[in-house]
């Protein structure tokens, strides 16, 4: 019996509902496979440049935990204030949420590269 009200269930949707289940699959999976689509991209352009695939002969790398800011928001990643971050993008206001120094850049916001500031 549940089988079959599954069954049942699955017929009334329609190919227009099918098709947009299909590409709101595919564009969830786009999203997510971008940064590492852009990374390959990226990493063979300055491969083939004759440049160092880490950090495009910059010597120094973003620091992955602050984006290169050097700071981070006090509470952690998961505490976001959507109504100040939208005070403080539209309006300029000061932020309420505290912020402290990231643990793992000390501040600086950038790391040197290890691929090519290797000492000889």
């Known amino acids: 019996m ?3 009200s599954k069954e049942e269930g699955m017929e009334n949707i329609t190919a227009s509902e099918l ?3 299909g590409v709101g699959t595919l564009l969830l999976c786009a999203t997510i496979a971008a940064p590492r689509v ?12 004759g440049m160092c695939t880490k950090c495009g002969d910059l010597k120094m790398i973003a620091c992955s935990k602050c984006k290169g800011v050097g700071s981070v928001k006090a509470g952690g990643p998961f505490s976001f ?3 100040d971050d939208l005070y403080q993008s539209f309006w300029g206001g000061e932020s309420n949420v505290r912020s402290i120094v990231c643990t793992n850049c000390q501040g600086r916001g950038r790391f040197s590269c290890p691929n090519c500031s290797k000492l000889p």
Do not use: E, M, Y
């Open 2 to 4: 549940l089988l079959k």
């Open 19 to 21: 098709a947009g289940f």
């Open 38 to 49: 852009d990374s390959f991209i990226s990493t063979s352009q300055r491969r083939s440049l």
């Open 81 to 83: 204030n959507i109504v």
